[in-house]
């Protein structure tokens, strides 16, 4: 039996036997529980503790089963934007050499014409979601700049990416989303939040939203593998009781783009700003240090720190564009609203302001 993509509600035991079966584990299950589990703003995530009917070395005793979300919009999006295909895609062809540390897949599938899919994934337990809201110590945030060296050095310049459609920012990818539509959202962003944006917000946001063109052209330079939304809701982090240092997941956004975006855009809204301020430079030598050690080819200073300020404009564009498109929650405001104004912050410092004008 090869699995269906059915929602996670209607998942059985039978189901799960073969889900299993695709990765090579012959193991019947007998019962399971299922319970949601994750802060995701376009998929849901759901925990499976299973049952066997007799023990199999190598079984999981859990796996996490990703699905479109529950909410309309969020849904809406996800297939808009390609989100779901695009992440099966990813683990279905590029998982295998991104070396970046991300779950084990069992078992993934898509529909071509709908778009709907599941992902059954290693349950990485006793490790814990990231939380924007909170963000990340700074030893935490050493082991993400390692983690995304690796991904970056795996995919150095590599135009092979350019035959696949679903890779973002590639030649084959589709129409990019037209500045009208940037533009708009910001309006309405602004509209919807009033006095909750700041002066220093609007100034970055009307500059930006006019001029997505300038936007794309800051994006030239070395290219790679890019994760496009690298924040601490997207990792799983090591508790005391175990864990890898740092997972990755959430692989709807990926694109061909500037390395060090993906690294902008992290501590933009994962590091309060006095912290950042006090160890970015140690943080940049960092990440240069370990793309070389992980085969990057040479990544001039100054265009290192450009693409670097280019994450926190494109963290900002996240922020405002999300906060437009998913289903509202107060949680999610308050998280756009951390990402929005940590984007600004590190604009600001780096003098950046106009940087796209």
Not at 8 to 20: E, H, R, S, Y
Not at 226 to 249: A, C, Q, W, Y
Not at 316 to 321: C, G, H, L, V
Request: hydrophobic letters at 40%; glycine letters at 8%; one cysteine or more.
């Amino acid at each position: 039996m090869t699995p269906d993509i059915r929602e996670w509600k209607n998942i059985d035991a039978q189901w799960l036997t073969a889900a299993l079966a695709a990765d090579g584990i012959d193991a019947k299950v007998k019962s399971f529980s299922a319970k949601p589990v994750g802060t995701g703003q376009i998929g849901d995530c759901v925990r499976f503790d299973l049952n066997y009917e007799k023990p199999v070395p190598g079984a999981p005793a859990s796996i996490v089963g990703k699905f479109p979300s529950a909410g309309e919009e969020s849904r809406a999006t996800g297939k808009l934007l390609l989100n779901y295909y695009r992440e099966v895609k990813f683990y279905q062809h590029l998982q295998a050499n991104a070396g970046i540390a991300t779950p084990h897949c069992y078992f993934t599938d898509v529909n071509e014409e709908t778009h709907d899919f599941v992902l059954m994934m290693e349950d990485m337990a006793p490790a814990e979601q990231g939380d924007q809201l909170v963000g990340t110590s700074l030893e935490d945030t050493k082991a993400v700049i390692a983690e995304a060296a690796k991904l970056h050095g795996a995919y150095w310049n590599d135009d092979r990416l350019d035959s696949h459609a679903w890779v973002m920012e590639t030649s084959n990818a589709p129409e990019p989303i037209p500045q009208e539509l940037f533009e708009a959202m910001w309006h309405e962003f602004v509209k919807r939040y009033g006095d909750r944006v700041t002066p220093a917000a609007c100034v970055i946001g009307s500059a930006l939203s006019s001029n997505m063109d300038a936007y794309g052209e800051m994006r030239s330079g070395p290219r790679s593998l890019i994760h496009s939304d690298f924040r601490p809701d997207n990792m799983l982090f090591s508790t005391s009781e175990g864990g890898k240092p740092v997972t990755i997941v959430d692989w709807q956004s990926f694109a061909y783009g500037p390395p060090a975006a993906d690294i902008g855009y992290f501590i933009a809204g994962a590091l309060d700003a006095d912290l950042r301020r006090a160890h970015e430079a140690e943080l940049l030598d960092l990440y240069a240090s370990k793309l070389a050690e992980h085969g990057a080819g040479d990544y001039a200073p100054d265009m290192l720190r450009r693409h670097y300020v280019i994450g926190a404009y494109q963290h900002f564009i996240t922020a405002y564009f999300a906060a437009m498109m998913v289903t509202q929650t107060q949680r999610g405001d308050d998280m756009f609203f951390r990402m929005l104004n940590g984007a600004v912050d590190l604009i600001n410092d780096h003098n950046a302001q106009e940087m796209l004008l």
